[in-house]
Every structure is written in structure tokens, then in C-alpha cells.
């Protein structure tokens, strides 16, 4: 006998739904850490993108008997995620978030290199955040949790072309903001 | 003919991967003969390895403590009612409709579209219906009907006793 195939997320959402506590805790498991890493991008900010997470689950809890699997389980979660990250940016009343003072690197060999890379990573940071909402939330989904711009707009609810026009748009303000970086 | 530019949009689907096999090949064969698209590809890639620096910290909390804490924190709460969307749009209009129609039905009380019954103090008392009287037994009391029970009840000596008087 074959062991069983692991339950799909649908098949997860569908035993919340019936008060399965451990199939609701499976799909938390699976998620948590695109929802934490897109809220700490979206808002910058490592606290508030903990409570923004929770969040996310607890309106995923309470939606679970209104779920209906005709799309995809992540791009519902994405849904839910992106607004619930908005909604607190806006709420915090941030459109630019400070530039968090990199953190010391300890002595070592390779310390130098661990500067320059916890330097860049800051430029990087500073220069997504100073994006617009909409654009910061569409280059976060684009690179960094890897949708293709139609699974962007299913994710956002936003047309096709909006999100082509914020992706292209945004690049070419990352391409300036991050010229020096980039070129040789 | 000079060949179509590829679209930013494409360029960049092209550098993250996700675009078709077959159209792969054909950016490919687009880029192999258009400088221009090769520079412009070429600014787009390096601006996203760049952006491949910013890394979220990998320790992050396990969330799930805490959701299900505040699940069950609501839940303690007692039985809270919550009224969804629909639910309350149904009850906002089935008081809209109530106040309609008492507000109609008052209208047409007062135009006079409509008549209450009135007392018309002319027309002669009627008293209980013989059948009622019958079945109510007054015969046995010596009574003609309600009124002259009442009468009977309620008068002394042949006055009327205003202490019982309802």
C-alpha cells in the first residue's frame, strides 16, 4: 500500500473548513514564510509584518467555510496578504520608510565582504521602498515571491495592463535609483 | 522590415524564466540580431541581480502559536453576532419596507381614502346577540342580554354605583 499523497491546499482549506485545527496549522506551516517575507517587504518593517501575518491567517481561518477552490490557493492567500499589507502601510501612514541603519558586522575574514553585501542590501531595500504602493507591491511579487505578471493581477485584482504598466514603470525607477550598483 | 523591439514587460519575464519554451527560443533569436535589445536586456538583468541582494532574515517567528491563540481568544468570548453583508442589507430593507408601508397606509387614513369605523352615538346600542346570551346563560339570571347584566351588577337600589363603574 502507497502512502497517501500529500493534501493539496485545497483539500487543507476544505478540512478547516470542518474544524480540522491540524490541516489549518499544515497550511500555515506551508505559507507562513511568503506571507512574513512579503509583509516585511511591503511595510519594511520586521514587527508589524509579524502582526500583518497573523493577520492574514486569522482572516484565512475565518474564510475557510466560504472557500471555493476555483482558483488557486495561493493567489486567494496572496490576495488576502497584499491587502492586509497595504491596508497597514496605509494605517502606519508611511509612503517612505526610513533606511534602517545597517547593522554592525562583526571582525572576521570575510566581514568586509558581509559590509558590503548588508550595504546593498540596504540600497536595495531603500530604493523598493521609496516605490510607490503599488509599484513596491508589484516588483516584491514579481521578484522576489516569483508570480508572473498575470499571476500578479489574479493575486492584486488588478488589470493586466496595470500591472504591466506598474512592473515596467518601476524598473525603470530601480534601474536609476540603482545605476551605480549595477554598472561595473 | 525592421524587426519589432521585444517589450520591457517580456525582457524582464525572459530574465525571471517565465516565459513559454517556444517564446524563449524566439527572444532569443530577436536578441541575437538586435543590439539595442541586447544593451536594454542587459541594464534589466543587472538591476535584478542587484535587487537579489536584499534578503529577508531567514530566522523568522513560527505565526501559528499566535493565530490560533487569537482564534481561541475570540472564541471565549461567547457567541458574538455577527451580521454579514447580506444579512443586513435584508433586515435595512425589510425595516425600509415596514416604514413604508405605515407611512402609506397612515396617508391614506388621513386623505380619507379609507374609513375607520366609528362609534355613531345615534344609532341604538346593540346588545349581545341572543344566540350569545343563550349560551353565556344570562336567561337564568333573569337578564335581557349583557346590558341588562351589567345593569343589574353594577346598580344599587336602582342607582348607580359609581365605585364599580369601569
Do not use: C
Amino acid at each position: 500500500m502507497t502512502d497517501p499523497l500529500p493534501s493539496d491546499d485545497a483539500d487543507l482549506m476544505v478540512r478547516t473548513a470542518a474544524g480540522d485545527k491540524s490541516a489549518f496549522g499544515e497550511l500555515v506551516n506551508r505559507h507562513q514564510s511568503k506571507v512574513l517575507a512579503l509583509a516585511i517587504r511591503i511595510l519594511g518593517n520586521e514587527t508589524e509584518a509579524q502582526d500583518v501575518a497573523q493577520d492574514v491567517f486569522v482572516k484565512v481561518y475565518r474564510a475557510a467555510g466560504r472557500y471555493k477552490p476555483k482558483a488557486k490557493f495561493t493567489t486567494w492567500l496572496y490576495r488576502i496578504a497584499v491587502n492586509t499589507s497595504l491596508d497597514a502601510a496605509r494605517k502606519a501612514n508611511r509612503s517612505v520608510v526610513p533606511l534602517e541603519a545597517v547593522a554592525p558586522v562583526s571582525d572576521g575574514p570575510d566581514a568586509t565582504a558581509r559590509l558590503v553585501e548588508a550595504q546593498l542590501a540596504a540600497r536595495v531595500r531603500s530604493a523598493i521602498q521609496q516605490l510607490p504602493p503599488r509599484q513596491r507591491t508589484v516588483v516584491i511579487l514579481h521578484r522576489y515571491q516569483e508570480l508572473s505578471y498575470r499571476q500578479i493581477a489574479a493575486a492584486t485584482g488588478w488589470s493586466v495592463s496595470a500591472v504591466e504598466s506598474l512592473l515596467v514603470r518601476a524598473h525603470a525607477k530601480l534601474r536609476d535609483s540603482l545605476a551605480d550598483l549595477r554598472d561595473p | 522590415m525592421v524587426p519589432k523591439s521585444i517589450s520591457d514587460l517580456e525582457l524582464l519575464e525572459y530574465i525571471a524564466g517565465r516565459l513559454s519554451p517556444k517564446r524563449t527560443a524566439r527572444i532569443d533569436s530577436m536578441l541575437a540580431e538586435s543590439e539595442p535589445d541586447r544593451l536594454r536586456l542587459e541594464r534589466f538583468r543587472r538591476t535584478w541581480e542587484v535587487m537579489g541582494h536584499w534578503d529577508v532574515p531567514a530566522d523568522q517567528r513560527d505565526v501559528l502559536p499566535a493565530v490560533m491563540q487569537r482564534i481561541e481568544s475570540r472564541r471565549g468570548r461567547g457567541v458574538r453576532f455577527v451580521l454579514g453583508w447580506g444579512v443586513a442589507a435584508r433586515i435595512a430593507a425589510a425595516w425600509v419596507i415596514a416604514i413604508a408601508s405605515g407611512v402609506t397606509a397612515g396617508r391614506a387614513v388621513m386623505s380619507g381614502r379609507t374609513s375607520v369605523p366609528t362609534v355613531d352615538e345615534a344609532a341604538p346600542r346593540q346588545v349581545l346577540d341572543a344566540d350569545v346570551a343563550d349560551s353565556l346563560h344570562l336567561g337564568v339570571l333573569g337578564s335581557g342580554g349583557s346590558a341588562g347584566l351589567a345593569q343589574s351588577i353594577f346598580q344599587v337600589n336602582g342607582q348607580h354605583d359609581e365605585e364599580t363603574e369601569l
